[in-house]
């Protein structure tokens, strides 16, 4: 679901683009997906606006599987500071989770292990305070 080099903590983003090409760059860098799907994440967010900011302080940017994606994999980049996507329930944003999904199928398994452990208080709470990625790393590897 999740490789260890696709975790970042107090990524120094500004803008939302900054923050979704950190989501892409740490998929691509986990050979998730190609440099045209990362470009593709952030066409999206330029053509449909923040659609997948989901939560408040949550986006989960993607792209089309047909765009790029290689396997099923999640980024973790959490912002220094919270950045303004523009939409006007769920901002700003501190949690930026990337999918990349080679199927219908596999996008709905990936959101499905996302919220189970959203849903869960400790681990909801690791992921926005944690300093140490190897304790966010361990959420992913014990809860599926």
Same mark, same amino acid.
């Given at each position: ?7 970042? @903590? ?12 950190? $989501?892409?760059?740490? +998929?691509?860098? %986990?050979?998730?997906? *190609?440099?045209?799907?990362?470009? $593709? ?14 939560? =408040?302080?949550?986006?989960?940017? /993607?792209?089309?599987? !047909?765009?790029?994606?290689? *396997? ?6 959490? @912002? ?6 523009? /939409?006007?329930?769920?901002? =700003?944003?501190? +949690?930026?989770?990337? @999918? %990349? $999904? ?7 398994? +990936?959101?499905?292990? +996302? ?5 869960? !208080? ?6 926005? /305070?944690? *300093?140490?990625?190897? $304790? ?9």
């Amino acid at each position: 679901m999740i490789a260890r080099q696709a975790i970042q @903590l107090e990524h120094p983003a500004n803008t939302p683009e900054q923050a979704i090409l950190a $989501a892409g760059n740490a +998929l691509l860098a %986990s050979d998730a997906c *190609t440099e045209s799907y990362v470009q $593709a994440m952030v066409d999206n967010f330029h053509q449909f606006g923040p659609y997948f900011v989901i939560a =408040p302080g949550l986006a989960m940017p /993607h792209a089309r599987p !047909e765009q790029g994606a290689l *396997t099923p994999q999640i980024s973790f980049i959490r @912002l220094r500071q919270p950045v303004a996507f523009g /939409h006007s329930d769920n901002d =700003p944003v501190s +949690l930026v989770l990337g @999918l %990349s $999904a080679t199927g219908q199928d596999q996008h709905i398994q +990936l959101i499905q292990q +996302l919220v189970t452990l959203l849903s869960d !208080e400790h681990t909801y709470h690791t992921f926005l /305070h944690s *300093t140490d990625a190897e $304790a966010i790393f361990s959420c992913f590897t014990h809860k599926n």
